[in-house]
């Protein structure tokens, strides 16, 4: 199957330079030049992933992103900015961007985050060995319409927040590392933003744990990374 790809950016020659590369890779793009008919297209058309500048005439691509991600449906957002900062870096991943990347770039690179992305798209699909439903205690998580309920509650994640627990709620026991988590869920290492991890981490302990301090589904293993306890009773009452 063809993926198709949006890429939503304003300077028309780079715009036009990505859709030739990207169609070398036999991948289908449609291509827009502000804001506000990117979401549009976004919004209308079905696409395996969107390419998305940060800065855009009409809406800017952190509100775009913050669109897509109030959606129930997933696509993977690749963001594009000339700025450098830190702080733009993590705000693009914060808001849901799955990958992020500072003009000026390498085509090679590109396309190479643009290949990780499929692939942990792929992985994640493929990890079909985890159950549909997966009920831990008073959690309960339905994979293929990606939600998740507690104490018969429904609880809003982001993209991210889910792929997290979903991927730790799959392999309770087994202990990650910040580095594995950021190459498991975000597509490969981002080197020097294990923070990233932490911050997600806070915030879905905080939606899914009584006691955020205490927390009783997701645990810190100290000077390694996080687990999920296997030691909850899948069969307590709700």
């Known amino acids: ?30 291509l827009t030049y502000d804001g506000v008919a990117g979401l549009t297209k976004a ?10 500048d940060l800065m855009l005439p009409g ?8 669109h897509i991600r109030s959606k129930s449906s997933y696509t993977p957002i690749l963001m594009l900015t ?16 799955d990958d992020y ?26 990890s079909k060995k985890q159950e549909e439903i997966i009920s831990a205690g008073n959690l309960v998580i339905d994979s293929s319409k990606r ?36 190459d498991i869920v975000w597509g490969y290492g981002h080197e020097g933003y294990e923070h990233t991890v932490n911050s997600h981490m806070n915030r ?3 939606k899914i744990e009584e006691d955020p301090s205490n927390p009783r589904y997701i645990l810190t293993v100290w000077g390694v990374g996080y687990k999920f306890s296997e030691h909850i009773d899948n069969s307590e009452e709700k």
Do not use: W
């Open 59 to 66: 809406l800017d691509g952190i509100e775009i992103c913050r």
């Open 101 to 126: 990347v500072t003009k000026p770039f390498s085509i090679k690179e590109l396309m190479a985050r643009v290949k990780a992305i499929f692939r942990r798209v792929e992985g994640m699909q493929n």
């Open 43 to 52: 919004a209308t058309g079905s696409y395996d992933l969107i390419i998305l």
């Open 204 to 206: 879905l302990r905080a």
């Open 147 to 182: 939600t998740v309920h507690c104490h018969d509650e429904p609880i809003d994640l982001t993209a991210k927040e889910f792929d997290l627990l979903l991927y730790f709620a799959g392999h309770p026991g087994r202990v990650y590392s910040r580095s594995q988590l950021l």
């Open 82 to 97: 000339s700025k450098s900062s830190e702080l733009d870096r993590i705000l693009g991943l914060e808001m849901g961007a």
């Open 1 to 30: 199957m063809t993926h198709r790809i949006l890429v939503v950016e304003d300077n028309k020659d780079l715009a036009k330079v990505l859709k030739m590369h990207l169609e070398d890779l036999s991948l289908k793009v449609d």
